[in-house]
């Protein structure tokens, strides 16, 4: 089975711009789930689709957002960059059966954002 | 809330050697862990999971992990290691919320 894949893997914008990340899970998946890596906050949850609705939501401002589609696929946005905005962001995907919290998820290679 | 915590930064160990890398968790509900490892410029790869049962769990490339709930740890260890296991490893529980939340890292660097 082919891994989650992200695409870009690197973006360089600057800043007031916006950008679109894209994820598509493994196949079979119906839960995908962003997270921010930087090294001053580590890794922190972004969001969690599931049969393409936001079933979660981390503390991010209002200029992350991000939508599922009905292959599972999902892209996430950044409206008017920052310079913090800076980070790996990782997708991750899991079978998303609903009531379960254990279920593994399985991460992408990230997309390296650098806002200048 | 749920928080874990990683204690060690970085830590470093002669090829060969036993390692040790501590997590703590804290949770008043009941919790499943996680070890991660992250490579230089890739993702987050799974290790091992803890869910129920056994409190000793063996995950992939020698690893393995003892869940304590009375001291609420989940430290990984390896007898011994190799060049290549030189990476960042992560923590992480899942709690009553579906997100991860993980620790801080501990950057793992194998000497020869």
């Known amino acids: 089975k082919a891994g989650v894949t992200q695409t870009p893997r690197y973006l360089i914008k600057t800043r007031g711009q916006q950008v679109t990340l894209s994820c598509s899970p493994i196949?079979?998946?119906?839960?995908v789930s962003w997270y921010q890596q930087t090294p001053g906050q580590g890794l922190q949850f972004l969001f969690e689709y599931f049969s393409e609705t936001q079933r979660n939501k981390g503390n991010f401002p209002g200029r992350f957002s991000g939508r599922q589609f009905s292959n599972s696929r999902s892209e996430m946005n950044v409206s008017t960059l920052e310079l913090g905005d800076s980070a790996l962001y990782l997708c991750a995907s899991s079978l998303g059966t609903s009531g379960t919290h254990q279920e593994t998820q399985y991460f992408g290679p990230g997309t390296r954002l650098l806002v200048l | 809330a749920q928080s874990v915590t990683q204690l060690d930064s970085q830590v470093p160990v002669f090829e060969e050697a036993p390692v040790e890398l501590r997590c703590n968790y804290s949770s008043s509900v009941s919790v499943y862990l996680f070890w991660y490892v992250q490579y230089p410029n890739q993702g987050l790869q799974l290790l091992l999971k803890?869910?129920?049962?056994?409190?000793l769990v063996k995950g992939i490339n020698g690893f393995e992990a003892e869940f304590n709930k009375s001291q609420t740890s989940f430290h990984l260890r390896k007898p011994s290691v190799h060049i290549s296991d030189t990476a960042e490893y992560f923590c992480?529980?899942?709690?009553?919320?579906?997100?991860?939340?993980f620790g801080s890292g501990t950057q793992l660097t194998v000497l020869p």
């Open positions: 196949s079979g998946h119906r839960s």
């Open positions: 803890y869910l129920s049962g056994s409190t």
């Open positions: 992480a529980g899942a709690g009553s919320a579906r997100q991860l939340t």
